[in-house]
């Protein structure tokens, strides 16, 4: 008799005292295994490839693909928690459904303090997700910041110039980068899981040449194409950022959009994940995003797969990262 149940159960309902020992308990992916006449749940992917290498035929075939030594995961990241309370409120939604795995943060927002406190206690794997361009609905008495913030976006807003780098912005843009950092810290009681950025202005040409991002720590990349998507001259440029992005950072394989949401493109994304880490962003905010993730469609799709944290993302690289 076969068991039908989510993919990834709620990973809620776990009230944790402080911060710090937030960090240390990590939420483990979940994974449906089926055996013999039902399901059976895995917690943790380290104890999936176990399981799996018993039989040493299998365990070669990890090596061989490289699997030994990664966590392959796939990434289902919501994006913009903190930016108002119906954006909150639908990621976690979503987290408590099982349909998302983590979560960018944005900080001096109008509803920021209250996600904080929401996300630490679901045990949400939570990045910081820079905003340089959308006024800082929550913030006060932080004139300098909010001076240093408006001329940063009303640069970035003017589109001809925003591929370009101005030097005279340096400042500027280390000062809004680690005022928001900071805050995270504060709300949040310890680093964030990652780094993304509002509008992907994170890999705008003044964070690129200025680097005020730590070498080592855990960034998305940008945007992968699939070929006939885009033109040329845009796949080229986004394999050029990739690349940088692999050259100084820890990262993904590949990221998407949850859009355009056509079936066989994302199971060709999800197919992706199975021998590649990849991120997927939503929106759940968007109507469109948060009808399909909590539809069956969506999960069939992941049935099978290893839906994990960016705190599970090459777990050894990230340490040195972090440490360096």
């Not at 018993?54 to 289902?76: H, K, M, S, T, V």
């Not at 890999?203 to 033109?231: Q, W, Y």
Request: proline content about 4%; some cysteine; aromatic content about 10%.
């Amino acid at each position: 008799m076969t068991v039908s149940r989510p993919l990834i159960p709620p990973l809620g309902g776990t009230s944790l005292e402080t911060a710090e020992s937030k960090e240390k308990s990590v939420i483990r992916p979940v994974f449906w295994n089926k055996k013999q006449d039902g399901f059976q749940l895995f917690r943790g992917t380290t104890e999936i490839v176990q399981r799996w290498t018993e039989l040493p035929c299998q365990r070669l075939a990890l090596c061989l693909c490289g699997l030994c030594e990664r966590n392959i995961l796939l990434i289902i990241n919501a994006d913009d928690l903190g930016k108002d309370k119906y954006t909150t409120g639908t990621i976690l939604q979503c987290h408590r459904q099982g349909r998302i795995s983590s979560t960018s943060a944005m900080v001096f927002m109008r509803d920021s303090e209250r996600a904080a406190e929401q996300a630490l206690e679901a045990g949400l794997d939570v990045g910081l997700h820079i905003n340089f361009t959308q006024r800082l609905t929550g913030l006060s008495n932080h004139s300098l910041l909010e001076s240093f913030h408006e001329t940063v976006a009303g640069f970035l807003a003017r589109t001809r110039y925003c591929p370009l780098y101005n030097p005279r912005l340096w400042r500027q843009f280390e000062y809004v980068y680690h005022a928001q950092l900071e805050e995270f810290l504060r709300l949040y009681g310890k680093r964030p899981s990652h780094i993304d950025g509002h509008e992907h202005m994170h890999l705008c040409t003044n964070m690129i040449v200025d680097r005020p991002i730590h070498a080592g720590f855990p960034v998305r990349k940008s945007f992968h194409f699939f070929s006939g998507e885009k033109g040329v001259a845009n796949r080229l440029y986004r394999r050029f950022l990739n690349g940088w992005v692999d050259r100084h950072f820890v990262s993904t394989d590949y990221f998407f959009d949850i859009q355009p949401i056509v079936e066989q493109r994302l199971l060709r994304i999800m197919a992706l994940s199975k021998t590649s880490h990849v991120e997927l962003m939503v929106h759940p905010e968007r109507n469109i995003h948060s009808e399909y993730l909590l539809s069956g469609r969506f999960l069939d799709l992941l049935r099978g797969l290893i839906v994990g944290t960016w705190e599970e993302l090459n777990p050894g690289e990230r340490e040195k990262g972090l440490q360096g």
